[in-house]
């Protein structure tokens, strides 16, 4: 049985014939460059992530030693991980190959990470291969029938979300804004985290922004739209480089900095102390409508379409491969589920954009249309921005959380990536609002 061992990061070597790369690459420099090529804004999020959390240590690196040299090893899963701590160490050496926006972003990490570099990666040694082969694939080749990883869907991360309290105040205020809408992933990756940890740590600066914290959970003491725009402001300051560490170092400084804050930026307390609403749950002065529980989902569902999810398909075509999603069992024919959800949400966002007169080209990204017509939608009032959130996630390029574009076209063209029945229900249930605003009637 192969035991865990932690491993200086100098002597670990990038595999130049990881599944990830086309090719093999000669040399460890121009292993790196291709990674990062291949990963684009994903290795900017993966080392902002790396930076605030530290290597998951749920996930072991898997290595083997090299063959001529006894005291430096290879890695044969984890070369993601690796990749992002070498370009944190020298983020020069991708300079040429990733985006300008990409390698700015590296060298501002970078400075962060050498305050505190990682020095060792827990791993585990195989002798080689052969000997890893089984683990690599249960890793990487889907669910496998049960074997293989199975991620959570919609429901199972919102249950996780609601459970767990123990998310740091910073953290939770960057979650709100992010599924508001108001946050991109790409500009979250940007935020120096010490900083923004320490002025939402200060209770005053949480006064000036409207929210508290209580029982762990960050609230809001005033209106939430004002919250998030004063939470927005600060997170820019942030971002930008207006406000360092350096700046807010002391108590002084914050409350300085809070003082200094915008009165069009300071909330108004609704609220008293103790009285705060959970963010994202509504409060404020407005007077909101009650709230409508959404219609439960079987868990378990034999076939990607609910039944009780009506959908008002005109187009024959379209009609006849609704129906076929709904009669399709998820278990016997998921190749063939995942072929048709993808056909079918490309088709209805065409329909629905020529329908509405969008102005889109039908040679657009999928991507690119889907969050054009989620936007109509918002606008038109079919959708909420909550609802119309997983499309316009799903629309990120290269993201894999929750419905995906990325991960459609993954299923379609990687013969390596397996749909399971628990991602394609995933797929849906994030998309159905999306689906049945578009086929509503007009």
């Not at 200060?202 to 959970?217: I, S």
Request: with cysteine.
């Amino acid at each position: 049985m192969a035991e865990p061992t932690d491993i200086p990061v100098a002597d670990l070597r990038l595999d130049p014939e990881n599944p990830r790369l086309s090719t093999p690459n000669n040399g460890q420099r121009a292993t790196i460059r291709e990674m990062a090529k291949m990963q684009g804004t994903k290795l900017r999020m993966l080392a902002a992530d790396i930076l605030e959390y530290g290597l998951d240590p749920s996930e072991l690196t898997i290595v083997a030693r090299l063959e001529d040299d006894d005291e430096r090893f290879v890695v044969l899963d984890g070369n993601r991980r690796l990749t992002a701590i070498k370009v944190l160490e020298n983020p020069e050496v991708v300079e040429g190959a990733v985006s300008p926006s990409v390698l700015r972003a590296m060298r501002r990490l970078s400075r962060q990470y050498h305050e505190d570099p990682i020095e060792n990666v827990s791993c585990v040694v195989m002798r080689d291969k052969d000997e890893a082969r089984h683990w690599l694939e249960l890793r990487h080749t889907g669910e496998r029938g049960g074997a293989g990883p199975v991620l959570w869907g919609s429901q199972e991360s919102a249950r996780f979300r609601a459970r767990t309290g123990n998310v740091e105040p910073h953290i939770q205020a960057l979650d709100f804004l992010e599924s508001r809408g108001d946050l991109s992933p790409e500009r979250r990756s940007q935020i120096p985290a010490t900083t923004f940890r320490r002025l939402l740590g200060t209770p005053y600066v949480r006064e000036r922004l409207g929210v508290e914290v209580a029982d762990g959970m960050l609230r809001g003491r005033g209106d939430e739209d004002a919250v998030a725009k004063a939470l927005l402001h600060v997170v820019n300051d942030v971002a930008d480089g207006t406000i360092r560490v350096g700046d807010v170092y002391t108590v002084e400084q914050r409350t300085d900095y809070a003082d200094k804050l915008p009165e069009k930026v300071v909330v108004q307390l609704t609220k008293e102390p103790g009285a705060g609403v959970p963010l994202g749950e509504g409060g404020g002065t407005q007077t909101s409508q009650p709230r409508r529980r959404r219609k439960q989902v079987a868990r378990n569902r034999e076939r990607l379409i609910p039944s009780d999810c009506v959908l008002n398909v005109t187009e024959p075509r379209l009609r006849d491969i609704e129906l076929e999603l709904r009669h399709l069992k998820l278990e016997s024919h998921p190749n063939a589920v995942s072929v048709l959800l993808r056909v079918f949400l490309e088709l209805s966002v065409d329909w629905y954009i020529s329908d509405a007169g969008l102005g889109i080209s039908e040679k657009a990204r999928l991507g690119a249309k889907l969050k054009a017509v989620a936007d109509d939608l918002v606008r038109r009032k079919k959708l909420t921005r909550k609802q119309a959130q997983p499309a316009r996630r799903a629309a990120q390029k290269n993201t894999f959380l929750g419905p995906s574009v990325t991960q459609m076209n993954e299923w379609i063209h990687n013969q390596h990536m397996f749909p399971g029945p628990s991602d394609l229900r995933s797929e849906w249930d994030g998309l159905q609002p999306c689906f049945v605003a578009v086929w509503s009637a007009r």
